[in-house]
């Protein structure tokens, strides 16, 4: 075989990436900058930083994304007229459990999300409307825009949904997510977590933040993750193992509460925010 008919090399998807995106290397110190800037303010008498930069150099799409000008306002009572309404007869409570959406068991580790949603003073928030979306077993979500080269599950879908009790309690039966890569920056990975939406007493009162698992090793270079400035913020963010919750030869379990308002409250996405 002459080199004229010989095969192509293989090449890597990645390997046309620009070679001008920062490496992880620089982005870490980037990071490490930023918080270290953060604790002298703080030891300095400042308060710490609960929620996250907008503008956070490290997550580079906030550079361009982040709002430059104060919010324009609308009217609720116009956006009621044309938004989805929820009640306790439009939720099944089969909805909850992700695993049972299709024909076979999804692939994966089974796992339970369970929490309570809570106000400031610890009250709980009844019969509040919590979604929940995933990327699969794989770290791929069931969305066109996700080219993401890992397999899809066509047993999982990734959506959720359910209604807190009387003592603000959710539970979720799902598959423990993946972590996926972004290119944010070159060898980007986003760590495993779950995107959960909260809706208030209206539709224009919805908030949306995500759940992490506990001791993952990409929570220090994650620039999303660590926008978040304030460790303990940040740590309330990760959910917590806790054996009881586990279901014997079916499930682990996973704890994770959502507290609304106050010094102590989950950190809450800005609308802008998409990863």
Do not use: C
């Amino acid at each position: 075989m002459t080199d004229e008919t010989a095969p192509a090399p293989a090449v890597h998807p990645l390997a046309d990436r620009a070679p001008t995106q920062a490496s992880q290397a620089e982005i870490s110190d980037e990071i490490r900058a930023i918080e270290a800037e953060a604790r002298a303010r703080v030891a300095d008498g400042g308060q710490p930083e609960l929620h996250p930069r907008r503008n956070y150099p490290p997550y580079r799409s906030s550079i361009l994304r982040h709002p430059t000008h104060a919010l324009v306002r609308v009217d609720p009572e116009e956006v009621e007229r044309v938004s989805p309404a929820f009640g306790h007869t439009d939720v099944n409570p089969l909805e909850s459990d992700l695993t049972i959406q299709h024909n076979a068991e999804p692939l994966g580790e089974r796992i339970t999300v369970s929490g309570r949603v809570l106000d400031g003073e610890g009250r709980p928030v009844r019969h509040q409307l919590v979604e929940i979306w995933q990327a699969n077993a794989g770290g791929r979500y069931v969305h066109k825009r996700d080219q993401h080269p890992a397999p899809l599950d066509p047993n999982f879908t990734g959506v959720g949904r359910v209604i807190t009790g009387d003592n603000g309690e959710y539970s979720f039966t799902t598959i423990k997510p993946g972590p996926y890569p972004w290119r944010n920056h070159l060898n980007a990975w986003r760590p495993a977590h779950i995107h959960f939406s909260l809706f208030g007493t209206a539709f224009t009162q919805r908030l949306v933040t995500q759940m992490y698992f506990p001791g993952d090793p990409l929570f220090a270079l994650d620039p999303i993750y660590q926008s978040i400035t304030d460790p303990a913020a940040r740590a309330r963010l990760v959910g917590s193992y806790e054996h009881e919750l586990s279901v014997p030869e079916w499930s682990l379990g996973y704890r994770w509460d959502i507290v609304l308002t106050g010094p102590k409250s989950t950190w809450m996405e800005s609308e802008e925010a998409h990863d």
